[in-house]
């Protein structure tokens, strides 16, 4: 290491020729101004939210290696269809990796007090070495904690509380929520017990319910089950849940929770051609399918389905609310918001093929992390 901060970090490049290319790159850092800090990254998790860029459309099995094995190079085909999601990127090598933690290793005048304090950070471009950014972006981790426990402080803790923050202010009192057993829907669960919040959690395999119930969730369905539907008008029942946060995006699942709440709501109510007058929204969230999401309106007209992203509920719902969200998040970082990694890997590691099959499949209890340092 010189005093200038070289490093290596990972980008992503859409080509003129269709071609999605991952690469190691050098970066050379110059000193930081007076809020700015210089940061040795040590964790970044990889997220669901971050291969949108990192992979963006490309066809996995069309996966070529190349380079070196301290640089390498690997090149995947964008198909003729998808170049439309990707073509206003073309030429431009992106950094990768929304958020992460490590050790302040230069400080500005003015943030001096962060120098040494090991931080977890949220802005984008963590697959590298060093990373420098504004102080007001990072946060100092407390007492005792590791830069692995404040790597994902902020996307899966946040989006979370951001869950059942925008249930109380649409007026829901209690939520229905997809891939539920995820590292996410694991922190979503430890709130809403917490808060007395009734959940109803959506899984596709028993092993993903055994997951909840060691938790001590209450209300899990298995939507692979025969009965799906059925048990989940029950759980909707159980609950009055007629809010959904949804991480599937394509298929029936958004559609079919609408109609699970439309049934629930219409019981004992004289019959009507416009359904029943409940507010029945779903949020979809993730893209976990991305295939063409099916609403069969079967469910009157009282409903919304609509897309849900961090970044703009945070702006919507002021300093006051997401500074108290911070907080909590801070207070219960080991615990409600502790996370979990199948492996942690090196930047290089990461652009292995098999290595980033594994991490594109998005399975539940699979959760990678980056080390740059390895």
């Not at 099995?61 to 090149?75: D, K």
């Not at 090991?118 to 830069?147: F, N």
Request: proline fraction near 4%; glycine fraction near 12%.
């Amino acid at each position: 290491m010189t005093d200038a901060f070289e490093g290596l970090e990972i980008r992503s490049l859409v080509t003129e020729e269709g071609d999605l290319r991952l690469s190691l790159e050098s970066v050379t850092l110059s000193e930081p101004q007076a809020d700015e800090v210089i940061v040795q990254v040590q964790a970044a998790p990889i997220n669901p939210s971050d291969l949108g860029l990192l992979l963006g459309p490309a066809d996995m099995a069309t996966m070529r290696a190349g380079g070196t094995a301290e640089r390498p190079v690997l090149t995947l085909t964008i198909p003729e269809r998808r170049l439309g999601a990707v073509r206003t990127r073309m030429g431009e090598s992106m950094p990768v990796g929304n958020e992460g933690a490590g050790v302040v290793v230069r400080a500005g005048a003015n943030v001096a007090d962060m120098l040494g304090k090991t931080v977890g950070m949220l802005g984008g471009a963590m697959y590298t070495q060093y990373r420098k950014l504004r102080g007001r972006d990072c946060v100092v981790l407390p007492e005792g904690a590791s830069a692995a426990d404040g790597a994902s402080l902020f996307v899966n803790p946040l989006t979370a509380l951001g869950f059942t923050e925008t249930m109380k202010a649409e007026g829901h009192t209690a939520l229905v929520h997809t891939a539920a057993a995820s590292n996410l829907g694991q922190m979503l669960n430890r709130i809403c017990l917490a808060d007395g919040i009734p959940l109803v959690n959506i899984v596709r395999r028993e092993e993903q319910a055994a997951i909840l119930r060691d938790i001590g969730a209450e209300w899990i369905v298995d939507s692979s089950a025969p009965d799906f539907e059925a048990k989940l008008v029950e759980a909707i029942a159980a609950t009055g849940a007629t809010l959904g946060f949804d991480a599937i995006g394509g298929g029936k699942l958004a559609g079919q929770i609408l109609h699970a709440m439309e049934v629930v709501a219409s019981r004992g109510a004289a019959f009507s051609r416009y359904g029943s007058n409940s507010l029945k929204q779903v949020y979809i969230y993730g893209m976990l399918d991305t295939g063409p999401t099916i609403i069969d309106r079967t469910f009157g007209l009282s409903w919304g389905v609509g897309g849900w992203l961090l970044t703009p509920f945070m702006a919507k719902a002021g300093p006051e609310v997401v500074g108290r969200m911070r907080q909590r998040v801070l207070d219960e970082l080991k615990t409600t918001f502790a996370s979990h990694y199948t492996r942690t890997i090196g930047l290089a590691e990461a652009l292995q093929p098999d290595v980033v099959q594994a991490y594109q499949n998005k399975a539940t209890g699979e959760k990678y992390l980056i080390d740059p340092s390895l």
